[in-house]
């Protein structure tokens, strides 16, 4: 019965730490749009902007809502996939989901400053900022992920394939964002290319050939 009761309670502790988790992350997403702010069209306007044209004109902010939108969807989905597979936690396990919170909770930041500069002289750098905290972001994910495999965190009983499939999908991640950030150097539309190019691959299903 001390066994059951040990279990039972090392299962309560995954469930508090998943479901801070999902509120941080949560109001992360949510605050995202705030960045997509109403335009304000003067009646009579001399130059004769409408409101159409004023819409048009946020692009950048739609651009910056819908990439990490799925950015942050995707990191989401992700730490629902591996809690699946966690059967207790331990303290340096929190601490490490707490630097990932805290790295995904900032993402607006960066998000608002690629909607504001994008198009303008400033973008390149806009872009570079944009580009390497999600890189940073991506190898704080790793490394939670490779301490819950060092420190025997993973159910025995786990799917093992499952298991492989995350390892090949995290390992992808860093050289991915890390290519993306050198085009963002380059050239900073190429960066944001493959941002999006990597976010659509990570919603292809577990079982593809990702």
Do not use: C
Not at 16 to 26: K, M, T, Y
Not at 127 to 145: E, H, K, M, P, S
Request: net charge negative; glycine share 6%.
């Amino acid at each position: 019965m001390a066994i059951v009761r040990g279990l039972a309670g090392n299962d309560r502790d995954t469930s508090r730490l998943e479901a801070f988790s999902d509120g941080v992350i949560a109001i992360a997403i949510t605050l995202l749009i705030l960045e997509v702010r109403v335009p304000h069209v003067n009646e009579g306007e001399l130059d004769g902007q409408s409101l159409w044209s004023a819409l048009g004109d946020l692009w950048p902010s739609y651009l910056g809502y819908g990439l990490s939108f799925a950015v942050i969807g995707i990191m989401w989905a992700n730490h629902h996939a591996i809690f699946k597979h966690i059967v207790r936690t331990t303290h340096y396990l929190v601490l490490l989901n707490l630097l990932l919170l805290f790295m995904i909770a900032f993402i607006p930041f960066p998000t608002a400053l690629l909607a504001e500069y994008l198009t303008h002289d400033n973008e390149r750098t806009a872009v570079i900022v944009y580009a390497a905290w999600i890189l940073a972001t991506a190898l704080v994910y790793n490394g939670l992920w490779r301490y819950v495999r060092t420190a025997g965190l993973i159910d025995p009983e786990t799917d093992h394939t499952a298991v492989a499939t995350i390892n090949r999908r995290f390992n992808m991640g860093p050289a991915g964002y890390l290519i993306a950030l050198i085009a963002a150097i380059i050239w900073p539309p190429a960066g944001l290319a493959l941002q999006a190019i990597l976010a659509l691959l990570y919603v292809l299903p577990e079982n593809s050939k990702l």
